[in-house]
């Protein structure tokens, strides 16, 4: 199965938005991911000039990436003052419209990310799950009322949350029928973790993809967010995988368009334009699921 509908993240804040909006439409994109979107006095404004840039472009929002953390801390439930930011949080994103609110897995508002395995080797995997999956399934409740489906995104830091492995269990126990995995390939590939086996790993319960490369675990980069063929993941294998579980799409690209929509935020800004960017991802996109459904027959040959 090739030619899947394909979606770009772009800030909704960013000094681009119009510009990048109209690159997209012209490149035959009809979907688009969120991050960023501001709080407070005229937020209200600002989602409804947003909006009406997505209908004059025609744009609809998927994916949509939370601004809080699910949960406060490993040894309790989670407190009243967290569950209310998520909820406030939920019911923002509910107003773009996306169909997936995206959580970074097992990330806590007073504990650093790299800090979570000893916390959780002091109470345990399974208590620890118990609480975090409480909040999960607390999120997807109100998520439900909006028809959005919740997604947990694999994150380094803590072990329990860098893949599908650990994020299965946490599915599993908040037991809720729109909760799912969203597959982040920079992050995975940066944590030592083959993309093309989380997804075959996950299955039907992957919801959601940030897609983007990197060139792995080194001492002087970190998740570099290039346009996929850049880096060192194995997309051939990664388009193949998402043949092998059915997975309908959108493919999600995230980060492809520099932090924060400013492409030397990214480092390979020199001559290279929001245009250029789109067109190289989706170029190496299409040639990767061709390669990919050759990889798969090959396979089937051996």
């Given amino acids: 199965m090739s030619k899947r509908e394909l979606a770009f993240y772009l800030n909704p804040a960013g000094p681009s938005r119009r510009d990048i909006m109209q690159l997209l439409a012209e490149a035959g994109v009809r979907k688009i991911g969120i991050d960023g979107h501001p709080r407070g006095d005229g937020e209200r404004a600002f989602i409804d000039s947003f909006l ?22 490993p040894d309790a439930h989670s407190s009243t003052a967290m569950r209310a930011k998520v909820e406030s949080d939920i019911e923002r994103m509910a107003l773009f419209g996306g169909k997936t609110a995206v959580f970074h897995a097992c990330q806590m508002s007073e504990m ?11 109470i345990g995997t399974a208590r620890f799950i118990e609480h975090y999956a409480a909040s999960v399934r607390c999120a997807a409740k109100i998520a439900a009322k909006h028809g959005i489906t919740l997604v947990l995104e694999n994150i380094g830091g803590c072990t329990l949350g860098q893949s599908i492995a650990g994020i299965k269990e946490i599915i599993a126990a908040a037991n809720e029928p729109n909760v799912g995995f969203i597959l982040d390939a920079g992050h995975a590939h940066v944590a030592g973790v083959v993309a093309a086996e ?9 919801c959601d993809t ?3 490369d990197n060139i792995g675990k080194t001492p002087w980069t970190g998740d570099q967010h290039l346009p996929v063929g850049l880096g060192t993941i194995n997309w051939q294998d990664v388009c193949a995988a998402l043949d092998e579980v059915g997975f309908p799409g959108p493919v999600v690209f995230e980060g492809v368009l520099g932090g924060g929509d400013v492409l030397a ?3 390979f800004a020199r001559d290279f334009t929001h245009r250029d960017a789109i067109a190289l991802t989706i170029a190496n996109w299409r040639a990767f699921e061709i390669l990919g459904e050759s990889l798969a027959i090959a396979k089937t040959r051996v």
């Fill in 112 to 122: 650093k990310p790299h800090d979570a395995d000893a916390a959780i080797g002091v």
């Fill in 210 to 212: 940030h897609f983007h």
């Fill in 198 to 206: 989380e997804i075959r790993i996950a299955g039907k319960l992957l």
């Fill in 52 to 73: 009406n840039d997505c209908r004059e472009f025609g744009l609809s929002v998927y994916s949509m990436h939370a601004m809080c953390p699910l949960h406060d801390r």
């Fill in 265 to 267: 935020n990214r480092g």
